[in-house]
């Protein structure tokens, strides 16, 4: 875990158990990891929201409008990493192991934000708990998620929704 809490208190959206309720889930809309976590929260009635690249820009063609994204002033995937993390209270990253391109960024990003973050990798053995613990001492309530787009890792999508599924039918 990195980031820091601020001493913000425990959000009344925080269950006895430590397992925070989350507000809204947000990404930037590219395949992969940011879809997923976008489809997770919708199937758990998780509002969902974010920032995507003018033109809603994804590797795969514009992204649909059931993903009600804004788009941000220009087509730089930066700036919509950038802006993602800016309006999260923190920022997961799904990612299989070392972080590279867009997802780096992402990291680099938060870091400089002193916002809370949070890598949980595939091969994790618990990583709900995990997130559920991390997101209680942040009290975060609007969840940025990001991780590598579906043609930098194969079964992206299906490992990274398995994972966000199992942590929101738990809040």
Same mark, same amino acid.
């Given at each position: ?7 913000c +208190? *425990? ?6 158990r430590?397992? $925070? ?7 930037g809309?590219?395949t992969?990891?940011d879809?997923?976590?976008l489809?997770?929260? *919708?199937?758990? !009635? $998780?509002?969902?929201?974010?920032w995507?690249?003018?033109?809603r820009?994804?590797? !795969?063609?514009?992204?649909? +409008?059931?993903?009600?994204?804004r ?11 950038a802006?993602n993390?800016r309006?999260?209270?923190?920022t997961?990253?799904?990612a ?6 867009g997802?780096?960024?992402t990291q ?10 949070l890598h949980?990798r595939?091969t994790?053995?618990?990583?709900? +708990? ?8 942040h ?12 043609s ?9 929704r398995s994972?966000?599924e199992?942590l929101?039918?738990s809040?």
């Amino acid at each position: 875990m990195t980031g820091g809490g601020f001493g913000c +208190p *425990r959000s009344s959206l925080t269950s006895s158990r430590g397992r $925070v309720q989350f507000r809204k889930i947000i990404s930037g809309g590219q395949t992969g990891v940011d879809r997923a976590a976008l489809d997770a929260a *919708r199937t758990h !009635d $998780v509002a969902v929201g974010g920032w995507c690249p003018q033109g809603r820009r994804a590797e !795969d063609g514009p992204i649909a +409008p059931r993903y009600p994204l804004r788009e941000t002033p220009t087509d730089a995937y930066a700036e919509r990493t950038a802006w993602n993390v800016r309006d999260s209270d923190g920022t997961l990253i799904v990612a299989p192991g070392p972080l590279e391109g867009g997802t780096a960024l992402t990291q680099r990003e938060a870091e400089a934000r002193k916002k809370p973050l949070l890598h949980v990798r595939l091969t994790d053995p618990a990583p709900v +708990p995990m997130i559920h613990a991390w997101a209680a001492e942040h009290d975060v309530r609007v969840l940025n998620v990001a991780g590598p787009r579906a043609s930098e890792g194969d079964g992206i999508y299906r490992q990274a929704r398995s994972i966000l599924e199992a942590l929101l039918a738990s809040a």
